[in-house]
Every structure is written in C-alpha cells, then in structure tokens.
C-alpha cells in the first residue's frame, strides 16, 4: 500500500519550452502533497507544498509563476515548469501524506529527471 | 528558519560494524521522521518519532528522539551490505513543512 507513482520518469525538453509532471497516490487519497529537488549526491528541497483544492504554499526562493503546482484531486498533484532553463536540469520528487490517517510520514514518488538543453 | 543538520555526511564501514548517524535541528520538533534512499531510489519511509526520549527499533536499526526533541540518532547494528543508501532524518516543525537533513551517506565494505 502507499505508492506514488510519477509521471514522466525521465524528460529532456529544449530551453523555452514548458514540461509538467504529475504525481499520484495509487491507492490512498493524499490532501496533501509535496515537491522537492534534489541535486545529485544532495538533499531533498522542500519547493512547495500542495494541498487540495487550495494555493500551493511555495518555499522562499521558489518562483511560484516558474514552478506551477496545481492539486486538482485528492490523488493528482502536477507541477509544471514553465520557460524551462539549463539550470533548471534536476531531479524533481513528489510525495504525499495519508488523509485518512494521524501520521506525519510521506510517501515518495520515484522522482523526474528533467535535462533541459 | 529552521535548520536540519546531519553528522557524518559520509561514513565506510567494514560489513559487520556498527553506523550511527546524528541528526540536529535548530528548533524544537513536532516529530522526526527517517529515510533512505538507496542509489538511484527514491527516498523510503523508516519510522516516525513523536515522543520526547523516544526510542524505538526496527531489527538492527535503532531509532532515538533526544529529550529536547531537537535531536535524534539512527544506529545500526552489525551492517549489512544491504544497508547501503543515504539517510535522511526529516524534522517537522510545523503541520505542512518538513526540513530534510543533508543525509548521511553509508558505504559498506564487505
């Protein structure tokens, strides 16, 4: 139980363009999720948090109109990245925490690689 | 803001030792929260500490949540092969906000 599958696994998109990624709870319903960044041999990064039917709670230092998070269903959350640049080449991390029950842990996605050239 | 350290970033062991990684956070905690994240993985959920003092074990891992709640350890008994990976310890402060440690990374000789 618990799995959060993301989607795509992997993308390479040219400098400019847009490229959204989704992040599911298979088989839990999630009022809240999370999207992290994780650079190679590093941490995670906290860059938003999702909830519900609500505005995204975006970290400092994250652009919200660069990083659109949208969390239409208690399943679903998509994060887009908008005018994607070189720089923002990373490893993109979903998770998502049970609503139905009093626990604070996450349940990861396996990540997005986004390269962007 | 809140700040989550972790010490050692780095530590090789010879199979059959034992690991012990040391998480600190600047604030006082809610809960603490571990992870590992085997190479190439995606972070896993260990165990949840809510307790102040609290300890509790998963087989060779032992969890322990300071009195202060500001601080918790991760040791492993008697290393394994498989315990490769990087632990994270992830404080939570607050409801919606959870501040991931800088990992430490383990490397098991065997």
């Known amino acids: 139980g618990a799995v959060v599958s993301q989607h795509p696994s992997w993308v390479i998109c040219k400098s400019g363009t847009s490229v959204k990624i989704e992040c599911r709870s298979l088989?839990?319903?999630?009022?809240?999720m999370f999207w992290y960044r994780q650079f190679p041999k590093q941490s995670l990064m906290l860059m938003a948090t999702?909830?519900?039917?609500?505005?995204?709670?975006?970290e400092q230092g994250v652009e919200k109109d660069k990083f659109l998070i949208n969390h239409a269903s208690l399943t679903l959350s998509t994060l887009t990245v908008t005018s994607a640049h070189p720089e923002d080449s990373s490893f993109y991390i979903c998770?998502?925490?049970?609503?139905?029950?009093?626990?604070?842990?996450?349940?990861f996605g396996p990540g997005t690689r986004l390269t962007v050239t | 803001g809140q700040q989550v350290m972790q010490i050692p970033q780095y530590q090789h062991v010879q199979e059959g030792e034992d690991f012990t990684t040391y998480c600190n956070s600047s604030?006082?905690?809610?809960?603490i929260q571990w992870y590992k994240q085997r190479p190439g993985g995606h972070p896993v959920f260990l165990i949840q500490l809510v307790k102040s003092g609290e300890v509790k074990k998963q087989k060779r891992l032992t969890f322990q949540f300071g009195e202060a709640k500001k601080n918790s350890s991760l040791h492993i008994t008697a290393t394994q092969t498989t315990d490769v990976g990087t632990y994270f310890c992830?404080?939570?402060?607050?409801?919606?906000?959870?501040?991931f440690g800088p990992g430490t990374s383990l490397s098991v000789i065997p």
């Open positions: 998770s998502a925490r049970p609503a139905d029950i009093v626990t604070y842990e996450q349940y």
């Open positions: 992830a404080g939570q402060a607050s409801y919606d906000k959870v501040i």
């Open positions: 999702s909830n519900e039917g609500s505005k995204a709670t975006y």
């Open positions: 604030t006082t905690l809610s809960n």
């Open positions: 088989d839990f319903q999630a009022t809240t």
